[in-house]
């Protein structure tokens, strides 16, 4: 075990609450893309046009259609280690664990993980962009065209955060809570440049938690953290699993 590791170790098993915050890297060994990395979505797609209300009232087919191919894809994909990690951690009950993701894959569920904040919605379920009555009919996966709702005729949207929106209050409510309280705080799978969620390490951090980074790759909080481990979600999480339950 590295020295990292085993600091990380001893603190997990003497805290009582513990915050994991995640982003897209999560998801990335489940062969679904990220938004920021070189082959990322924002590096092919505008942002702008997609992923805000302006985007959606300009070109609405557009915007449905490819949020339509993005839930295809999420749907052929399984969670994948990082994530049944995770969801063995908080099946351990050894502290209180918060999960807060800003993914909206719908993954960290389908591996077992309950209690989940999203932050960022969901893209599987939809809502009236007009009425905002939640929109529950089954849609064919091969039907990209736009649907309406069967209240007021408005059109359907993911319930998904644009660029822009307010973040669920709850959720966001219950993010900082966590923050708040805990003894250590993972920051998995995200590049923190979006907020509000990329305050909550900060907000820890100044709460004394231990604040640990996992991702390959350095991001604007790695010099703030106490520590960085320099792999994928899916490579350490079942380490640090394996470790937790070697402990009493
Ligand atoms: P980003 O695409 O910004 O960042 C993904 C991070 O994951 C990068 O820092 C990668 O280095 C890292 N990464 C890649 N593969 C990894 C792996 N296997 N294990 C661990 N880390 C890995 O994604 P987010 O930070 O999630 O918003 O982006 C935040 C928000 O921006 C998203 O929720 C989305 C987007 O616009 C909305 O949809 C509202």
Not at 105 to 130: A, T
Not at 229 to 235: D, I, K, Q, R, V
Request: hydrophobic share 40%; aromatic share 8%.
């Amino acid at each position: 075990m590295t020295d990292d590791l085993g600091i990380l170790i001893n603190r997990l098993s003497e805290a009582k609450n513990v915050v994991a915050l995640t982003g897209a890297g999560v998801s990335a060994e489940s062969g679904i893309k990220t938004f920021r990395d070189p082959d990322g979505l924002w590096s092919k797609f505008n942002p702008m046009e997609l992923a805000s209300v302006e985007g959606f009232m300009k070109n609405s087919d557009l915007v449905w259609s490819w949020y339509r191919h993005r839930v295809d894809v999420i749907n052929n994909s399984q969670p994948n280690a990082g994530h049944y990690a995770l969801a063995e951690i908080q099946k351990l009950n050894k502290f209180e664990f918060t999960l807060i993701t800003q993914n909206v894959d719908g993954l960290h569920q389908k591996s077992g993980s309950y209690d989940v904040v999203e932050l960022h919605g969901s893209i599987i379920r939809n809502k009236c962009f007009d009425c905002n009555e939640e929109f529950i009919d089954e849609i064919d996966s091969n039907d990209v065209n736009l649907q309406r709702c069967g209240y007021c005729s408005g059109k359907i949207r993911p319930d998904v955060v644009w660029f822009g929106e307010m973040l669920p209050r709850n959720a966001i409510l219950k993010a900082e809570n966590a923050a708040i309280n805990s003894d250590v705080f993972f920051s998995i799978g995200t590049s923190a440049e979006v907020f509000p969620a990329a305050d909550l390490p900060i907000i820890s951090k100044n709460r004394g938690s231990l604040v640990v980074e996992i991702n390959p790759n350095r991001t604007r909080i790695s010099d703030l953290v106490d520590i960085y481990l320099p792999y994928t979600s899916a490579e350490i999480l079942p380490i640090i699993l394996n470790e937790l339950k070697g402990i009493n």
